[in-house]
């Protein structure tokens, strides 16, 4: 099913009022009173619109694949759930919600039993609500529908801004950067009335962590470059895992297939995208559990390794037109986008790179002198952002020369001709394929 913006922000609101719905009953049928449980006074939860984005984008051709489709479901959401919950974490410096006495949790944000339930929703989703919804909805004229949408999304707008408002009050621990500080102080004391007083009265009720002092934690002075898990140290390992990674590609291509063949994602330098980004996850995810056996590590990164992999697929399809692997040739293979044996590769490279890799690399990178280190990162942020914006549009523009005109219609287009012609864009990626619009 293809949605255009008048549908997805239709079922954007109709999953955050069921999601809220849901959620709401639920906490009313353990604390015996109801209770407001999302983050806005509204009921709606955007967690679940955000959820069902993601459903609709990633999942529809798993619908004859129903284990995958819930695998993959599953993932998703709890994935969106970790980063909201640590966002608000950050937010507020207090866990909204702790799962840390469920059974196989992480960090208190997510555990098993609500995966489990988040791959069973979206299989709901997919097989059954989806279409009961949008069957609905085509009842209500567009006139009548699109007043209502932007009455909907003004409120909201709206109830974001006093509840993000209550939301930094409730802040104690984390200094925000210089200027961003000011300005939320005084938009905090322009909406300090009893409206935001209320919020954040209710937010407290509904999450009783909240209730609880932030610690305070004295801040220590660094005196070594890229320290434990920073931004700094997260970048160093983005740049030097897609250069390996783009390397290790290359290797194994001379060795199964005869040919040395580049396996680039951008077009300025030897940089595979997918595997910088998977070391930053991976790293980021299965960190804490370093300790654990090879065969647990080995298992959780073939598994997030290849939801992964699965995600940069269909966005790439999705955003540029084109496929960059097909795996449609090999045994056990997912749409193409997967297979059985990449998996096995991804939980190898998993247990490597926790267990031997990174803690080497990461003392490498704290010996930077911090006047180096910090002025090479920025550097590199900036050449690696250009780059990914030049190599998406010398992509867009391929794919726009061999299905729409080869004609260019600007200055853009012609330079993008002139640097970046078919054979070039052949030469850094000889596996990429343009997708048949139809």
């Known amino acids: 099913m293809q949605y255009g913006s008048y549908q997805i922000l239709w079922m954007f609101l109709i999953y955050s009022f069921l999601g809220w719905t849901a959620e709401t009953v639920f906490a009313a049928s353990k604390k015996k009173k109801l209770l407001n449980r999302g983050f806005l006074n ?8 955000c959820g069902w984005i993601l459903f609709a984008i990633f999942l529809p051709e798993l619908k004859p694949m129903p ?3 819930f695998l993959l479901g599953a993932i998703l959401a709890t994935g969106l759930e970790l980063i ?3 966002v608000l974490e950050k937010l507020t410096g207090k866990k909204w919600w702790d799962y840390s006495e469920n059974r196989f949790s992480f960090e208190g944000h997510i555990c098993l039993t609500y995966s489990v339930l988040w791959g069973v929703a979206a299989m709901v989703c997919i097989y059954a609500l989806d279409s009961l ?3 609905i909805l085509r009842m209500i004229p567009r006139t009548i529908g699109r007043v209502v949408l932007i009455t909907a999304y003004i409120l909201l707008s709206m109830d974001f801004l006093a509840s993000l408002t209550a939301a930094l009050r409730l802040r104690h621990r984390i200094k925000l950067p210089y200027g961003v500080q000011d300005r939320m102080q005084g938009m905090t004391r322009w909406l300090d009335n009893t409206l935001t007083r209320t919020v954040e009265r209710r937010m407290c009720r509904a999450y009783p962590n909240l209730n609880t002092p932030a610690q305070k934690t004295e801040k220590e002075e660094k005196k070594r470059f890229a320290q434990g898990l920073c931004f700094y140290k997260l970048v160093c390992l983005f740049l030097i895992a897609a250069f390996l990674g783009d390397l290790i590609e290359m290797v194994f291509c001379r060795i199964t297939g005869g040919v040395w063949m580049s396996r680039s994602s951008v077009v300025y330098g030897a940089f595979s995208i997918v595997w910088g980004l998977g070391a930053v996850l991976l790293t980021l995810i299965l960190y804490r559990y370093r300790d654990r056996s090879d065969a647990f590590v080995f298992t959780l990164g073939a598994v997030l390794g290849g939801a992964y992999e699965y995600v940069c697929s269909v966005f790439t399809e999705i955003v540029f037109g084109t496929v960059f692997w097909d795996y449609s040739h ?8 997967i297979n059985l044996l990449y998996c096995f590769f991804w939980g190898i490279a998993a247990v490597v790179w926790l267990k031997m890799v990174y803690p080497r690399i990461s003392d490498l990178i704290e010996k ?3 006047r180096i280190g910090k002025p090479a990162v920025w550097v590199m ?5 250009g780059n990914i914006i030049i190599s998406a549009m010398a992509m867009a523009r391929y794919t726009e020369r061999n299905t729409v005109s080869p004609d260019a219609d600007s200055g853009i287009e012609a330079f993008l001709d002139a640097h970046f012609p078919d ?3 052949q030469r850094i990626y000889p596996n990429l394929m343009i997708v048949d619009a139809e």
């Open 133 to 135: 919804l949008w069957g």
């Open 67 to 69: 284990f995958y489709l």
């Open 42 to 49: 509204l009921p709606f939860s955007p967690i679940y619109g």
């Open 84 to 86: 909201t919950g640590i």
């Open 423 to 425: 054979s070039r864009i």
């Open 381 to 385: 942020i900036v050449f690696m952002i």
């Open 368 to 370: 930077l002198p911090m």
């Open 330 to 337: 090999m045994p056990f293979n997912l749409g193409g986008r």
